[in-house]
Every structure is written in structure tokens, then in C-alpha cells.
């Protein structure tokens, strides 16, 4: 998949400007996994910069055209993607839905909400790939829906291993704006983090699990 060098660059430089990423490896963040990290990331903090939350949109329409062509509808995963996907499908004149974690136990019971026909081509928004154990579930409910994904879209990948096996695994291709190592390149260019706490910044990606343990 297509990341572009300068584009990576300059959403990890945005992503720090906002504070939506926070570089820690002192002081380390819990995971609700119970994970130690040296990274925080919250991208649903650019929805709050016009500027940010414009550069990003035309980014992820971008990224989607060179990656994937146009496809006939764009799906947000909640909860992260539903607000970009949005924000995509209005810039490219497209249909918009989006996927529940779990269908609902009252009313239609939809895991899919929006309408749809069987055999559309999707492309799928994110913000965030982690494990990507979130984004799998939804595409696999639209598989099941007959749905035709193409790929999946996000702004930032932590960049694991275990992210990339389980996309492989459900034969879906994505790419994200900017990863984990444009992030700590343009971290240390523009002086957020010290020359020493890179080490430990590669560290936890080689292994997050046991990263402080």
C-alpha cells in the first residue's frame, strides 16, 4: 500500500502540535489491556482543529483514490472512524454507513446502520490501528453483510506485527496517513522527545506486551 513520505511526516507533525499523540516513555500510559506505553493517541482530538480536521480529510480522500480508486460507499468504524468517514464521504460525493462493535438488542438489532446494497464496493474508515482487533470485527460483519471491501483506511498505525498478521489473515489491504516511525522522526526533529528516549520508544514496538514488565 502507498504511504506517502512528506504527507506521514506532516500528520505525525500535526498529530503532536494538538497533543492528539503524547510521547511519555518516563512516565508511561496504561493500556485498558493493561499494556505499558510510552504513547497515547487520541485522533478524535483533530475533529476540534478546523485546520487539522481539513488537511486530514483531503489526506484520507487522497489515500483512498491512489490506494483503492473510488468506491461506491465509505464505512465508519465506530466510534473512532464515524465522524471521518463522514467527513470523506460528504468531500467525495459518496453514501455513508457505519458499524456498530455489536448489533443492537432493541429495535432493527442493525450492526450496520445506513443504507446499502449487497456487492458495493467499500473502502472502510479508522483512525487508529492498534491490533486492529476493532476494525477486523466490523469488516468481517460487512463481509458477512455481502459487502465488497476494498480496504480499510486510518490516520495512524502503532505499526505491530500483530496488527499487520491479523489484516493478512482476513485478506484486507490498508494503509495508514502516518505510522509509529514517522512519528518518531518527526518527534525528534521537532524537539518533543530526547535523543535518549528513543531507544525506548523502539522498544515497546518490538515488543508492547512486556515493554516495562
Request: aromatic letters at 10%; charged letters at 25%; glycine letters at 8%.
Amino acid at each position: 500500500m502507498i504511504l506517502d513520505n512528506d504527507r506521514a511526516l506532516k500528520v505525525a507533525e500535526f498529530l503532536l502540535q494538538i497533543k492528539a499523540i503524547k510521547l511519555q516513555p518516563n512516565d508511561p500510559f496504561t493500556w485498558a489491556s493493561g499494556i505499558k506505553s510510552p504513547i497515547y493517541c487520541d485522533n478524535r482530538i483533530s475533529l476540534s482543529y478546523p485546520s487539522v480536521r481539513t488537511y486530514l480529510r483531503q489526506a484520507y480522500c487522497d489515500a483512498i483514490i491512489e490506494n483503492f480508486g473510488k468506491p461506491d460507499a465509505i464505512a465508519g468504524v465506530a466510534t473512532g472512524g464515524i465522524a471521518q468517514g463522514a467527513l470523506i464521504a460528504q468531500e467525495m460525493g459518496l453514501p455513508f454507513i457505519y458499524i456498530r462493535s455489536e448489533a443492537k438488542a432493541h429495535g432493527m438489532g442493525n450492526q450496520i446502520e445506513g443504507y446499502y446494497d449487497k456487492g458495493q464496493k467499500i473502502v472502510v474508515i479508522e483512525d487508529l490501528i492498534s491490533t486492529g482487533k476493532s476494525s477486523i470485527q466490523a469488516i468481517q460483519a460487512m463481509k458477512e453483510a455481502e459487502l465488497n471491501i476494498l480496504g480499510l483506511v486510518a490516520i495512524f498505525t502503532y505499526g505491530f506485527k500483530e496488527s499487520v498478521d491479523n489484516f493478512a489473515k482476513i485478506d484486507c489491504p490498508f494503509v495508514t496517513l502516518s505510522n509509529y516511525d514517522h512519528l518518531i522522526e518527526e518527534a525528534k526533529k521537532q524537539n518533543y522527545i530526547e535523543a535518549g528516549d528513543v531507544q525506548q520508544l523502539l522498544e515497546w514496538k518490538a515488543s508492547p506486551r512486556t515493554w516495562k514488565k
